[in-house]
């Protein structure tokens, strides 16, 4: 059974930095290309950041510059560190396979507010 599991978020003034992490229990993490998504109130969910199995990143233009995805295979654990945080950042975080979606965690709300 895939478990994805978020922590990390919080209430962070603007210009803050907040480290967010994913545990994954049940897939082969290493083989697996992963993402960092995220769902603001009243906005679908959207891939904010990915990371393949190689290495290579992408991010979305909104946090490019800012948040930087990082995994620790022999941790099974994806990292997303982000830095000068703005309101428009405000949202629940998840992560999830990137090409193969698994069953979604409650993710973390990360609040941006002063």
């Known amino acids: 059974q895939v478990q994805l599991v978020e922590a990390g978020g919080g209430l962070v003034q603007p210009g803050g930095s907040l480290r967010l992490s994913c545990a994954a229990s049940?897939?082969?993490?290493?083989?697996?290309?992963m993402g960092w998504y995220r769902q603001a109130p009243g906005k679908e969910r959207e891939l904010v950041a990915e990371l393949s199995t190689s290495g290579s990143t992408n991010y979305a233009d909104s946090i490019k510059g800012r948040f930087t995805i990082s995994r620790d295979n022999a941790k099974n654990t994806l990292y997303l560190q982000m830095n000068s945080l703005r309101p428009e950042d405000t949202a629940v975080y998840y992560c999830?396979?990137?090409?193969?979606?698994?069953?979604w965690g409650r993710g973390t709300q990360v609040t941006v507010s002063s």
């Open positions: 049940g897939i082969i993490f290493s083989n697996i290309a």
């Open positions: 999830n396979g990137r090409w193969v979606t698994y069953s």
